[in-house]
């Protein structure tokens, strides 16, 4: 069945599986481009189907969300979780509250998250969850009583050992709290079954920080491995929310300049660069006053330019810290056009195929999302291991093994993606996140 395996044909059977997905489609086929090929010289995989078992999820729950809003009125939500793999671990992965929420998105995530969990050296799986809830101009209590009726049936399906979900995209510190205290209310019991708790409940510190630094020092790892400095690097970022403004603050301590962030709305081109001063007011800004970054501008005298993304800045890094798909081919080209070495990808799949075709064919070093924005979960994983041992590390102490998980995935990209010019940090993040495990689920068997 799987000796004549090639990308062409195990691509139509993931399309076939799973037809109108596209966002899950391009995810597989991102992976299976490196793969295929490394599972072709090594015959176990292939007789033992480990990556058609690897694109189908363990299981895919999805449930109804009944909540009351402050009118009076009933409301009805979609929830999901998506359990991908556990061959490494419990599940693993955020939670994300949008409208944009559907099964293909969660899917790409989750399957992404393989990979990426896989990379950490962490004992953890992977898994996606979330709701097309959109907590934007909710009140407090409106968000409350949502968390509380979609952990109430996510209870069932979670626990420290089982599947360890954590925030994401619309799930912050607020709504982590409201699902935990549901999750404690209902399973009776204080355990580490999510992450991102607040400090005074088994929360971790470096967590909110962790993706956007983690980012930098996978480019700080890359430039080193060339020779190169971070320092005195001019960089462009897209985003204002979390990992964009953590990414930004890490990269000037680092030495480098950062000159762009943005928002759905534009962008703000700063030449001057984004000093800790500035930072501050952005977090300010995009937090408790929920501003738009055009504000920015007009504070400190700067270019705005709305309806626009930063990728025509001239740069020696870009870091796309936004969402999916948000730098598409033409984006690239003006990238190269401007100078740009090296692409950092902060947020999940942020790279259009084609894209991603145009830096690589330019000779630009291009770090997948898998690779280099797994600090989040990294901390994550800390954190449930400080939540097992009932003990908390310091700031120090958890920023430094931090720095030392981003140069071990750097390493295994290195290891796995040399052999040309440059290293192919694509096919080595693919081919080590899928070695391990593959490994794992050839050792237990047909499961």
């Known amino acids: 069945m799987y000796r004549d395996l090639s990308l062409e044909t195990f691509m139509q059977g993931v399309i076939r599986r799973n037809p109108g997905e596209p966002e899950f ?34 299981r895919t729950i999805m449930f109804r969300v009944v909540w009351e809003d402050d009118a009076g009125n009933i409301r009805v939500n979609r929830g999901y979780r998506v359990q991908f793999n556990n061959a490494i671990g419990p599940y693993k992965g955020g939670l994300r509250f949008h409208p944009s929420v559907n099964l293909s998105i969660l899917k790409f995530l ?11 050296t962490l004992p953890i799986g992977a898994g996606k969850g979330g709701s097309d809830f959109d907590p934007k101009g909710k009140s407090d209590r409106e968000v409350m009583r949502f968390c509380q009726s979609f952990m109430t049936e996510l209870v ?19 709504e982590i ?4 205290g549901q999750y404690k209310r209902m399973a009776r019991e204080f355990t580490g079954v999510l992450t991102g708790k607040g400090l005074e409940y088994g929360g971790s510190l470096v967590r909110k920080e962790a993706t ?12 080193h491995y060339r020779g190169e400095q971070l320092e005195g690097k001019t960089c462009v970022l897209s985003g204002a929310g979390n990992v964009a403004l953590h990414c930004a603050e890490k990269l000037r301590q680092l030495g480098a300049k950062v000159v762009t962030l943005s928002d759905s709305a534009g962008f703000v081109y700063d030449v001057d660069g ?8 952005i977090k300010v800004l995009k937090g408790e006053r929920q501003g738009r970054i055009a504000d920015y501008a007009e504070r400190y005298g700067c270019e705005y330019h709305a309806g626009k993304a930063p990728w025509g800045v001239a740069c020696d890094v870009a870091f796309p810290c936004a969402t999916q798909n948000e730098l598409d081919q033409q984006d690239a080209r003006d990238l190269v056009a401007n100078g740009c070495r090296a692409v950092v990808e902060g947020a999940n799949m942020p790279t259009t195929v084609e894209g991603i075709k145009v830096l690589t064919g ?12 797994a600090g989040g979960v990294a901390v994550s994983g800390l954190e449930m291991t400080q939540n097992s041992m009932r003990l908390a590390w310091s700031a120090e102490e958890l920023e430094g093994r931090l720095k030392d998980i981003m140069q071990d995935i750097h390493g295994k990209c290195v290891e796995f993606g040399s052999g040309g010019e440059q290293v192919d940090y694509v096919k080595g993040a693919n081919v080590a996140g899928f070695r391990k495990v593959a490994d794992a689920m050839l050792a237990y068997g047909a499961v």
Request: aromatic share 12%.
């Open 25 to 58: 489609h391009q995810a597989v086929h991102e992976v299976a481009e490196s793969v295929v090929p490394y599972i072709i010289e090594h015959p176990a995989y292939r007789e033992a189907g480990i990556l058609e078992r690897m694109t189908e999820p363990d």
């Open 110 to 120: 989750g399957f992404e998250q393989t990979f990426k969990n896989s990379l950490t």
């Open 156 to 174: 069932h399906y979670i626990g420290p050992n089982i599947d360890v979900p954590a925030g994401d995209i619309g799930v912050g510190a607020r």
């Open 177 to 180: 709290s409201f699902l935990f």
């Open 212 to 223: 956007g630094y983690g980012a930098a020092f996978f480019l700080e790892a890359m430039l």
């Open 274 to 281: 984004i000093d800790e001063e500035k930072l501050e007011y």
């Open 362 to 373: 330019n000779g630009v070093l291009y770090a997948p999302g898998k690779a280099a924005n």
